[in-house]
């Protein structure tokens, strides 16, 4: 075998651009399919990070009455207060890491600091696993601190935008701020460890991602009632062992908190981002599957290449195979001969194809600014599929040459 290769490289070298030229479909359309397959990739990792953020694996389970959800007014009938043991039994959840109940508000108003007021922020009110089980980092000040809750402390933290919007980039540390009249001391400033930038493509886009960028405001969940006079629906937050598994520790968590909830029309449910990320993924999948079967088209005019050269180089080589006929040559032999010549040709320009896809991949990246992502198992399948390939075209070929009459073929000039 290893002698049958050595003999198929010399023949490529020797007939260098008639091998080149042969080897051009499958180079072309091994080069497409691994571009295309790189883009799918790449663009699918933007859609997850667009719709789930930087790898925070953070799930929302939120009150829902008749379908629409629950976010001001007073509790819905049958809806019970959240304890910790119920906590507990969230955190036992498998993939789960960490979870937090919380209740909030999207769009506060009343927000002031002195003569600024700060539009389309939201305000939560957290217990002391909310930061940890978000991701959110103190970056000034301190976090909320157990006397906080117990002394019912009008305290407040601020993420970045808040604080930027509110105090335009001066020291927010201890300066006073009113929400719905009631003065709250600003404790900390916190932030995610790595900013979080959605592409934005369209006017839907845009209002899938506003919400966030108005900031949000903390405070103790006990200080809530100071606030807004009235408990309100208790909401949970779960972060999830990876990406993966956000959709299952959703489903799970609300089933569980379904479980304490009676026979009405209120119920909690999961906002499955990994779902809808899902959705556009198959959606432009589905588009660049068509693409790859029409570069597939390539590898069959390609292979068809192949056998015509293989063809021709029998007919060349008629008189060095009916001398080894002569010799006491087996067909098995001259047929193992051929098959390694096609499938060798092939496999380099699968080999070549790779290399021209990953550099095409990259292009297209930069033109379209869309990430790129290359698959191992892509440019591994491309390589043994070019090879295969070879053996199927060249299988007629070494079939013809195998099934030469020695006597014949040495008479051949």
Sequence with gaps: MIENIQLSLKGIWSHKMRSFLTMLGIIIGIAAIIAIVSTIKGTNEQIKQNLIGSGNNVVNVKVSQDGYEVDAGQVPYGTPVMT??????????????????????????SIYYQNTVLDGASVKGI??????????????????????????????????????????GTDAIGKTIEIMGEPFIVVGVVSLPSSF????????????????????????????????????????????????????????????????????????????????????????????????????ISLLVGGIGVMNIMLVSVTERTSEIGLKKA?????????????????????????????????????ISRISQTPVAISVPAIVLSVIFSMIIGIVFGLLPSIKAANLNPIDALRYE
């Design 84 to 109: 910790s043991d119920i906590l507990e039994e969230v955190k036992a959840i498998e993939n789960v890491e960490n979870a937090s109940f919380y209740v909030s508000r999207s769009y506060a108003d």
């Design 127 to 168: 217990d002391e696993h909310y930061f940890q089980t978000t991701g959110y980092l103190i970056k000034q000040g301190r976090s909320f601190i157990p006397s906080d809750y117990e002394e019912f402390r009008k305290v407040v933290i601020l993420d970045q935008n808040a604080a930027t919007s509110i105090f335009q």
């Design 197 to 296: 930038s959605p592409v934005i493509h369209s006017i839907e886009d845009y209002y899938m991602y506003h919400q966030d960028n108005g900031g949000a405001l903390y405070i103790p969940n006990a200080a809530w009632p100071i606030v807004y006079s009235y408990d309100e629906p208790q909401h949970l937050v779960v972060k999830a062992t990876d990406t993966d598994a956000m959709g299952q520790v959703g489903r799970e968590s609300a089933d569980l908190l379904n479980m304490y909830l009676g026979d009405n029309n209120v119920q909690y449910k999961a906002t499955d981002v990994l779902e809808q990320a899902k959705q556009l993924q198959e959606l432009s999948a589905a588009t660049n599957q068509q693409l790859i079967w029409i570069a597939s």
């Design 327 to 363: 010799i006491g040559a087996r067909k098995s032999v001259i047929l193992t001969q051929f098959l390694t010549e096609a499938a060798v040709l092939t496999s380099l320009g699968g080999v070549i194809g790779v290399l021209v896809g990953v550099g095409l991949a990259q292009v």
